[in-house]
């Protein structure tokens, strides 16, 4: 990455290439045709390839200069993440170079696809649980900031009389030195949550084997420490996870990357056996059908459920 502090030519440098009979070695002879100079293959000379080397180098700095400067754009509000600052340079190069040509159907078709990330796996269980609204904010913020904390700021946004977009205003917009007592801006940075991707969520999936539950990948028979929290999300397709809840980090929306769930609550296993499931995620909001409908599918699986306390 190329330190920001670098001095680098300017956007209007450049290298001039120029074709000069001098550049290859390949030149016509005084008696040679022109047909057989074209026949005849021409090799570079040395000062034609440093040319060429020149400006192919050059392109590569100016595109990592480039995105080095999105990944500074706002130091003070560590948008250290290059990817990040690209997005968020484009969508408010867009809002405010373009916003004359929005059109009502581009506003829906980005809210169709924004939309789409907390409506994953709906087309398995149509009755499967969204993320609460407040927490569609979480889900489709780069950095998925804890979806409570970004609703605070959320409600100030929509009191104000900015016009600005809520992600441009909270992060380089008027919104920026906006820091609320009951969620300091330090908090609101620093509780983020983890989305697991299909290659990690493995390593979360819970099989029934024997009356026990048990993890797929690990083999090993699901244990919740007593004073621990732990939690757990079934998809859409039936699928169980567990993990131990870590607040402003890891928590129900975690396991699926935002997408629906059929059931999601709190859990107690005892190496293996359920003792306790309750009905509980701010994120999901369950009912008691989804929790009628986990049930099922636990005794489906053949989950022991003899001494379990099933609460909704």
């Known amino acids: 990455m190329i330190s920001p502090d670098e001095d680098v030519h300017s956007s209007t440098d450049y290298v001039s290439v120029e074709t000069q009979d001098s550049s290859n070695t390949c030149q016509n002879s005084p008696n040679e045709s022109r047909d057989d100079a074209t026949d005849r293959t021409c090799v ?66 980005r809210l169709k696809k924004k939309a789409a990330k907390v409506g994953k796996g709906l087309s398995e269980d149509e009755n499967a649980r969204k993320l609460a609204i407040q927490h569609w904010l979480e889900a489709i913020d780069p950095r998925h900031r804890y979806g409570h904390n970004l609703h605070i700021y959320y409600t100030q946004w929509e009191q104000s009389s900015t016009k600005e977009p809520f992600f441009y205003w909270l992060d380089v ?23 697991l991707g299909p290659k990690e969520r493995i390593n979360y999936e819970v099989i029934v084997d024997e009356g026990k539950l048990r993890y797929r990948r690990s083999q090993e028979l699901v244990h919740t420490p007593k004073g621990d929290k732990w939690i757990f999300v079934m998809s859409a397709g039936g699928q169980l996870y567990v993990g131990q809840k870590q607040k402003g980090s890891f928590q129900h929306s975690s396991f699926l990357a935002g997408g629906v769930a059929k059931a999601a609550g709190r859990l107690q296993v005892n190496h293996g056996t359920l003792e306790l499931m309750e009905a509980h995620s701010g994120h999901y909001r369950p009912t008691q059908e989804n929790f009628t409908c986990l049930v099922k599918v636990l005794k489906e699986l053949g989950t022991d459920l003899s001494t379990a306390k099933m609460i909704c």
């Open 44 to 109: 570079p000379s040395a000062e034609g390839k440093a040319a060429v080397t020149v400006q192919k180098v050059y392109r590569s700095y100016r595109t990592r200069r480039q995105l080095a400067d999105c990944a500074v754009m706002n130091k003070d509000n560590a948008w250290w993440n290059v990817l990040e600052g690209v997005l968020l340079q484009q969508r408010s190069e867009a809002f405010y170079a373009f916003r004359s040509q929005d059109t009502a159907a581009k506003r829906w078709a």
């Open 173 to 195: 917009g008027e919104g920026k030195d906006v820091d609320l007592p009951h969620c300091k801006r330090s908090k609101l940075q620093k509780q983020l949550i983890k989305y």
